[in-house]
């Protein structure tokens, strides 16, 4: 949309007319969440305005203070709704073929995640499903759930390959993860996780997997402009420490940012990798020590914390919250929406399941799906409502943002905007 405005001024006694076109537009009579840098409170601003020019936040604040420039521009009425920025589902394994649902059976005879793992299952039974699809089939399983992301006010989500464990299935989940984002109306940050396990052929030689396939892959997906972090899998039933080196190294090289799956089902030194090779983001981090904080702290990492995993993992060794806490390490929390260990689509039921099941705040459940998941994807654009910012924002009928992580199983959403378009169900000047 346009508006007009015309300027008359005089110039050696002729008049002139100035013609200036504005693609800005004003959102009234609501209350709005800045969610400040430091993520210690909602910055929650009453009876606030936001001018937005085109894609950008233009100016925000009380709507008394105002600036008269912003006056003709053509205003909506959010009739006293709640707005956040744009949600941020910062680690999912989203595009992947088939579903895992047998397993969910086995765990709920006793079976666990490592014992599945061993007997073929876990994330080989998925390997096997996702490598008979092709991108085009990939990115229409994985569209449905993006979808669902998206009603609930996700505005920017990460995917992850991982699922493929060749050269041919990684890079076309990464080009599924693209095709997505020219799909939807929606940003996508791709990370590749050729390191999430050994493939069966590679089982007992993991550092062979790396050298010969996982990180040729990797040069494959920078050098086509598929990847924008790297990630990894440090665990028992995956990869050491020492064995993630050379690959992180690599990504070093390429000039590619780093995050890591760390100290999920044990202690197994992933935090101080990820601290060594100042990784965006660690996640998971049930078995992460004081030491290992204070790693991430220093190195300015962010903390991930998946819920959903550990909800249908059924594990009882809980993240560090307290811990992250006192050391000021931000917190961000997400699906790690997957088909085996976390098959969980929606971001506000991970809001309700962080703050249940980790005592965390209803403040800093939203933090975790904005501005510290902005963090933990390298984002500077988004997760905060402030003057420059992109103009990504969920409209909610809440009267407050603790809402949000309040009920279970309730959408609350009136409307997302995604960079400046305003939709239909808002469309009432």
């Known amino acids: 949309m346009y508006v007009i405005n015309l300027f008359m001024y005089r110039h050696n006694n002729i008049i002139l007319v100035k013609c200036e076109i504005m693609t800005g537009y004003l959102l009234e009579n609501l209350n709005f969440a800045s969610m400040p840098e430091n993520g210690t409170s909602y ?27 912003y006056s003709s521009w053509r205003s909506y009425d959010l009739k006293q709704r709640f707005l956040t920025p744009g949600l941020i589902d910062c680690h999912t394994h989203i595009v992947h073929g088939g579903n895992r649902v047998s397993e969910f059976e086995m765990r709920l005879q006793g079976m666990s995640y490592q014992e599945i793992t061993e007997q073929g299952g876990g994330i080989n039974a998925t390997l096997e499903q996702t490598r008979r699809l092709s991108v085009s089939e990939l990115v229409e399983q994985a569209l449905p759930r993006i979808d669902a992301l998206m009603a609930e006010g996700v505005c920017t989500v990460e995917i992850k390959s991982g699922y493929g464990l060749d050269a041919k299935t990684e890079l076309d989940m990464l080009r599924a993860a693209r095709q997505i984002g020219r799909e939807r109306e929606i940003v996508v940050k791709t ?80 935090c101080q990798l990820a601290a060594r090779f100042r990784a965006l983001s660690a996640d998971h981090l049930e078995f992460a020590k004081e030491e290992d904080v204070i790693a991430l702290r220093k190195s300015r990492t962010v903390a991930v914390l998946l819920p959903g995993a550990y909800y249908t993992l059924k594990q009882s060794q809980k993240p560090p919250v307290k811990i992250l806490r006192k050391h000021g390490v931000p917190i961000a929390i997400a699906t790690d929406c997957n088909p085996g260990s976390s098959p969980l689509n929606s971001i506000l039921t991970a809001m309700n399941l962080s703050c249940t099941l980790f005592e965390l705040t209803p403040q800093e459940a939203l933090a975790g799906i904005t501005v ?10 988004v997760g905060q409502v402030k003057t420059g910012k992109t103009a990504n924002f969920a409209v909610w009928n809440v009267s407050s943002p603790s809402e949000l992580a309040y009920r279970i199983g309730f959408n609350h959403l009136a409307g997302r905007i995604y960079e400046g378009k305003i939709p239909s169900s808002l469309d009432q000047p």
């Open 43 to 69: 910055g929650i601003v009453d009876d606030g305005a936001i001018a937005v020019d085109g894609r950008k936040i233009a100016w925000c604040g009380e709507r008394p203070q105002l600036p008269s420039r």
């Open 191 to 270: 990370s590749f996780l050729g390191a999430h396990l050994a493939p069966p052929n590679y089982r007992d030689q993991p550092e062979q997997y790396l050298e010969k396939v996982c990180i040729p892959t990797l040069q494959k997906a920078a050098t086509e402009g598929l990847v924008d972090a790297v990630d990894g899998f440090c665990e028992t039933v995956a990869f050491s420490d020492g064995q993630l080196e050379a690959l992180f190294s690599h990504a070093e090289s390429l000039g590619l940012p780093v995050k890591l799956h760390a100290e999920q089902l044990s202690h197994s030194g992933g």
């Open 372 to 381: 510290s998941a902005a963090k933990a994807l390298g984002l500077t654009e």
